[in-house]
């Protein structure tokens, strides 16, 4: 039977203080990649970090606000990132030169940091931490992080290829009187026994049973996760009045237009000088208006 495509389940422990999400990317993971040429070993460490960032902003239950994660290195591999919104819609994209010939990510990334910020997007306060990169896999990185900063052990499990990226996420909760303390090692070392291609292939109750069935365990409703971008040409309008008319003139005499892509999407937004002009001539809001007729 196979899994849900693009899809996240939250599942419960019943007797023990243990909560879990699978996630499954299919045609969200394979439009990223319709987008950008990536070598074989940095596309396994983007689908990785795009399932775990999925994983993770479910976990927070973030509200209007998105979650963006970014390695960022001094190695073949310059820059990973991925943002995934509350509502589960989710977008990648990596920078990389040369020939990528190991799939270690300490070789691919080499001295390096990982950033993960909460923008709230509805006026509240922005969150952003900023660490050294700690583990030789994506999963390892951001167990390091979350224990540092959630005080809450929390586990992954991650796996992609050309096709699919998958992951899941185990985190023990406060402890319960009378609770079984034992709980959190037996399903860590049964998750630890969990293949590649069983992450990829098979169904979140064919995982739940492989690997819990003596475990009384609450499955939810599947939540979709789609690919979505929200680069827009009103975005744009807004970088541009924040680089200036003086910049922005500079740029338009030396080239004729100004053209501005979006590394996540691809998406290429042209402004011709009457263009410029109204960007500088009108609010912005009044400016959107125009470009909507």
Not at 25 to 34: K, N, Q, T
Not at 49 to 72: E, H, R, W, Y
Request: aromatic share 6%; net charge negative; glycine share 6%.
């Amino acid at each position: 039977m196979k899994t849900s495509s693009d899809s996240l389940q939250r599942f419960l422990f019943d007797a023990a203080p243990i909560r879990g999400e699978f996630v499954h990317l299919d045609e969200s993971w394979r439009s990223v990649l319709a987008r950008h040429d990536y070598p074989l070993p940095l596309r396994n460490l983007l689908g990785e970090l795009m399932a775990s960032a999925v994983l993770l902003a479910a976990m927070l239950k973030l509200q209007q606000g998105s979650l963006i994660l970014q390695i960022q290195g001094q190695g073949p591999v310059s820059l990973l990132v991925v943002e995934c919104s509350g509502d589960l819609q989710v977008r990648a994209t990596a920078k990389w030169e040369g020939e990528l010939v190991s799939s270690k990510v300490a070789e691919l990334i080499g001295d390096g940091r990982f950033v993960i910020t909460l923008d709230q997007k509805n006026g509240g306060q922005m969150y952003q931490g900023i660490v050294a990169l700690e583990g030789e896999t994506v999963a390892e990185i951001l167990q390091n992080y979350m224990l540092r900063s959630e005080q809450l052990e929390t586990r992954l499990w991650l796996a992609a290829d050309g096709q699919q990226a998958a992951g899941m996420l185990l985190q023990k909760l406060p402890e319960q009187p009378d609770g079984d303390t034992d709980a959190w090692n037996r399903a860590v070392v049964l998750a630890e026994t969990v293949r590649h291609d069983e992450l990829l292939s098979l169904s979140v109750p064919e995982l739940l049973h492989r690997l819990y069935h003596e475990e009384d365990i609450r499955l939810f409703d599947a939540q979709p996760v789609v690919f979505g971008c929200s680069c827009s040409r009103e975005n744009v309008v807004e970088m541009l009045k924040m680089i200036g008319v003086d910049e922005v003139d500079s740029v338009l005499e030396e080239q004729g237009s100004i053209q501005v892509c979006c590394e996540f999407c691809n998406q290429c937004y042209v402004f011709e000088e009457e263009d410029i002009d109204e960007v500088f001539a009108l609010p912005t809001s009044e400016f959107a208006m125009e470009i909507q007729h």
